[in-house]
């Protein structure tokens, strides 16, 4: 019957049913997207429960794989988040105003599915990142996704509360220390938990003023949950005394027969910081509110941005969209352009950075000075992210789609874009937008620090350097180009390593010596007299590239010889075959108990 037939009333009927098909389907989508979710987040949580116990049954290798699980997990549930949307719920019928109107009002039923909710803010980043997958580039507005935050975590935590508290000037240090290890439920022994609380006690005499003395409000408060990486454990607290927050943080490891004792005491930010590098593998740990965690961790290290704090706590998507935000933020308070990077320019990657903010945007040339694929260096890439980078190997935030104000960045560097990688680079009226790009802290090139380095620099410089390349080997990577360009300095003094198109596994080389000169006419051939395979490196030969600097020379050789051999290579590879997982601690030795202190 043609629908101009119908009654007043039927048409009526039916325009009801439909808004309120329309409805529940809303409904239904919220629905689902946050369920995706929260499946995420169970497995996250029960990721980090499963680290616990691995810790306490000394299964390092199992530590190591849940770490590299673990960051795959937000993409596969986004994947299966979306693919059961577009299965269940497809929407590309729809108008562009029909559209607009659904997925409008899809935000704010899922705005309101969040009043009670412990992880908002985490739940609104999954939310952008289905809804991205499913809308073109036109939709990634505040309308339709959260550029901005709908709901505010600042006073939101756990029952119980994400920290506990000790009162030191009632039961004493010791008792409040006792009771705190005690909290922490280890189903494994410590060794002496009365000898480790007699050197925290003795080790942060060496460190506060001499005439501390506890004040009225003096309590130690410490995170519920431990942070877990690799080999080691992290109590992470604050000291609170006449109003002051000090900063600690408590390394635990295990012995040799199972059992725990504490390895150091890491006293104030700074310290605390580098537990928290951006050339560190993330930490796995339990959290019911994470932006409780991420608050009290701010109280620490009050010049990291929540975006790494997120981040190196595992969330890195979370991280990734602060990091947008602070990014737009700064866009708007600032008028300085985007410039070509200082120092040599890579053969595969082009750099750019702002100079006002402390970042590099990193994108793949199409146009390459080496035989290597697009999608090979995202693997690199890749694997490195997957890796535990044992703080020598620089962190990277992958972003696609990236819009930049086009007035903001330099002619030079327009002109470059266009040159080098034109398949990324979309202009679009007052925006370019990068396709795909890579985005990571600032450093100073290390070839460029050494130039203007003075004497005492120049000795930190190279012994950094060095130790660097040995961290990397104990963690099972051969850095491959190991020129000065491919290196930074970080302002906390640190080497790290930053270009990763020719990592490799350490165990998938060969490491060989030059075989000697069959003749004279050897010796002075322009091409080598014995056969070089494709994995073959002869460490002799680093010091042709490295060390032409006679000042440089010197100090390499005193400290990392034996680099230049390849029997130093030959032996780590042994290790690694082995199963043995060399210690690379992120505190310096001497502040080790068993280094420090004698009793």
């Given at each position: 019957m043609p629908l101009s037939n119908l009654a007043?009333?039927?048409?009526?009927?039916?325009?009801?049913?439909?808004?309120?098909?329309?409805?529940?389907?809303?409904?239904?989508?919220?629905?689902?997207?946050?369920?995706?979710?929260?499946?995420?987040?169970?497995?996250?949580?029960?990721?980090?429960?499963?680290?616990?116990?691995?810790?306490?049954?000394?299964?390092?290798?199992?530590?190591?794989?849940?770490?590299?699980?673990?960051?795959?997990?937000?993409?596969?549930?986004?994947?299966?988040?979306?693919?059961?949307?577009?299965?269940?719920y497809p929407t590309g019928d729809l108008s562009e105003a029909a559209a607009e109107t659904l997925w409008q009002q899809v935000k704010r039923l899922f705005v309101g599915l969040l009043a009670e909710h412990k992880q908002p803010e985490l739940a609104e980043t999954f939310f952008n990142s289905v809804v991205t997958k499913l809308l073109h580039r036109t939709y990634f507005h505040n309308d339709f996704i959260f550029v901005r935050p709908a709901v505010s975590t600042e006073y939101l935590d756990s029952t119980p509360p994400s920290y506990r508290v000790y009162y030191p000037p009632q039961t004493g240090w010791t008792r409040a220390l006792t009771s705190m290890f005690v909290d922490i439920g280890f189903a494994c022994p410590f060794v002496d938990v009365q000898r480790d609380i007699k050197r925290i006690i003795k080790a942060a005499s060496h460190v506060l003023p001499r005439d501390f003395g506890a004040a009225s409000d003096c309590q130690v408060q410490v995170l519920r949950s431990l942070f877990f990486r690799n080999k080691g454990a992290y109590l992470i607290g604050r000291l609170i005394n006449d109003g002051e927050i000090i900063p600690f943080a408590l390394p635990l490891l295990r012995d040799s027969?199972?059992?725990?004792?504490?390895?150091?005491?890491?006293?104030?930010?700074?310290?605390?910081?580098?537990?928290?590098?951006?050339?560190?593998?993330?930490?796995?740990?339990?959290?019911?509110?994470?932006?409780?965690?991420?608050?009290f961790l701010q109280t620490l290290m009050p010049t990291k941005p929540d975006s790494e704090l997120y981040t190196m706590i595992g969330l890195h998507k979370q991280g990734k969209t602060l990091f947008f935000r602070d990014m737009l933020h700064h866009l708007r308070h600032s008028s300085d352009q985007f410039v070509i990077a200082p120092g040599i320019k890579g053969l595969v990657m082009a750099v750019f950075t702002l100079p006002s903010f402390p970042y590099v945007f990193k994108i793949i040339k199409d146009k390459r000075f080496k035989d290597v694929s697009r999608e090979f260096i995202q693997k690199q890439y890749q694997l490195v992210k997957f890796h535990d980078r044992v703080g020598r190997m620089a962190d990277t935030w992958e972003y696609s789609d990236v819009p930049f104000p086009r007035e903001r960045i330099d002619a030079e560097l327009l002109r470059e874009l266009r040159d080098v990688a034109p398949s990324l680079v979309i202009e679009d009226g007052d925006s370019i937008i990068i396709k795909h790009m890579y985005i990571e802290r600032r450093m100073v090139p290390l070839n460029i620090y050494i130039e203007k380095a003075s004497e005492p620099e120049l000795d930190h410089a190279i012994q950094e350097y060095g130790d660097a390349i040995k961290h990397m080997v104990a963690a099972n990577i051969f850095p491959g180009d190991m020129l000065y360009k491919n290196f930074g300095m970080t302002r906390?003094?640190?080497?790290?390593?930053?270009?990763?198109?020719?990592?490799?596994?350490?165990?998938?080389?060969?490491?060989?010596?030059?075989?000697?000169?069959?003749?004279?006419?050897?010796?002075?051939?322009?091409?080598?007299?014995?056969?070089?395979?494709?994995?073959?490196?002869?460490?002799?030969?680093?010091?042709?590239?490295?060390?032409?600097?006679?000042?440089?020379?010197?100090?390499?050789?005193?400290?990392?010889?034996?680099?230049?051999?390849?029997?130093?290579?030959?032996?780590?590879?042994?290790?690694?075959?082995?199963?043995?997982?060399?210690?690379?601690?992120?505190?310096?030795?001497?502040?080790?108990?068993?280094?420090?202190?004698?009793?």
């Open positions: 007043p009333s039927s048409t009526s009927a039916l325009a009801r049913r439909k808004a309120d098909q329309e409805k529940d389907r809303t409904h239904a989508i919220a629905r689902a997207i946050l369920a995706g979710f929260d499946r995420h987040y169970a497995l996250f949580r029960y990721n980090a429960q499963q680290a616990k116990a691995r810790f306490e049954a000394g299964d390092w290798h199992a530590i190591r794989r849940l770490a590299r699980e673990r960051i795959a997990f937000y993409d596969q549930r986004v994947r299966e988040a979306t693919e059961s949307l577009e299965k269940n027969r199972g059992r725990v004792y504490i390895d150091a005491l890491l006293l104030g930010s700074e310290r605390i910081e580098a537990l928290f590098n951006f050339s560190r593998a993330y930490f796995m740990v339990d959290m019911d509110t994470p932006s409780a965690y991420v608050r906390q003094g640190r080497v790290v390593f930053y270009d990763y198109d020719e990592v490799a596994y350490l165990t998938d080389c060969n490491f060989r010596e030059i075989p000697p000169p069959r003749t004279p006419e050897d010796e002075m051939a322009s091409e080598p007299w014995y056969k070089v395979g494709p994995n073959d490196v002869f460490p002799e030969e680093f010091g042709t590239f490295l060390l032409g600097n006679s000042k440089v020379r010197d100090r390499f050789l005193k400290r990392h010889s034996d680099l230049l051999h390849a029997d130093y290579w030959r032996k780590r590879q042994t290790t690694i075959k082995a199963g043995i997982l060399e210690d690379v601690f992120p505190y310096p030795d001497d502040l080790r108990f068993k280094e420090q202190i004698h009793d």
